[in-house]
């Protein structure tokens, strides 16, 4: 059975998601990284750089939400564009877009708006910026039509939904205007059965919510080194 590692943050609420699309059976692992489960000998095991989601499959070792979205989904051959060449090059290219692009920018804007110690507007400025030109490329790509890849839900959709449910904390409240394409994707999946199991996770299993001093250790362990300087 497919063991899925999970923490209820972007990258594996898109896991959560194509597994509960494709019906089949899986055995969630909480990692509980504010805790800094996922620096256990047992978790760098399956992933050696330490994040959520990770997964495995049998004997296989999976790591990196689009790595496992793409074994998902050729595994199970589903939920994949027409498989013409126009069609595979900007179904791989956007969804490197996502993996490269929204997750790393949006990630970065919410650590400098809401965690980074003083002084950061330099940073803020330019994560923001860039998190917002990001998002704003993905909803003119919708803008052209129902899905990422046309009038066919995929994976792909189901990567942007993702980091779409944290656009209002990443560029804030009145982000929405300047995205309703990306609004009315992240309103019709979440009405999706599939959304409103991989949501309950969340719920299903306790997680520290905190992120008080000792979560910041674990999560930005870069800061120790400012202590040393």
Request: glycine share 6%; charged share 25%.
């Amino acid at each position: 059975m497919l063991k899925f590692y999970f923490h209820p943050s972007p990258n594996p609420a898109k896991v959560a998601l194509l597994l509960e699309e494709l019906g089949v059976a899986y055995e969630v692992v909480p990692v509980d990284t504010r805790k800094g489960e996922q620096f256990s000998e047992a978790f760098l095991a399956i992933n050696p750089n330490g994040k959520t989601p990770a997964m495995t499959d049998g004997a296989a070792k999976l790591f990196d939400s689009t790595a496992i979205l793409l074994y998902l989904t050729q595994k199970y051959d589903k939920f994949l564009p027409a498989k013409t060449s126009e069609m595979q090059a900007q179904f791989l290219s956007w969804m490197m877009f996502v993996a490269s692009g929204i997750g790393p920018y949006s990630g970065q804007a919410v650590h400098f708006k809401h965690f980074a110690p003083e002084p950061k507007d330099y940073a803020v400025n330019r994560y923001d910026f860039e998190a917002e030109r990001h998002w704003g490329l993905i909803d003119k790509r919708l803008s052209e039509g129902k899905y990422m890849m046309g009038d066919t839900y995929t994976v792909l959709d189901m990567a942007v939904w993702g980091w779409a449910r944290a656009v209002p904390f990443i560029l804030g409240a009145e982000a929405w205007t300047a995205l309703p394409n990306v609004k009315r994707l992240l309103d019709e999946i979440n009405a999706r059965p599939a959304a409103k199991a991989a949501e309950a996770l969340s719920t299903e299993y306790s997680f520290k919510k905190d992120m008080d001093d000792a979560a910041k250790a674990v999560m930005f362990p870069q800061n120790k080194r400012l202590t040393q300087a």
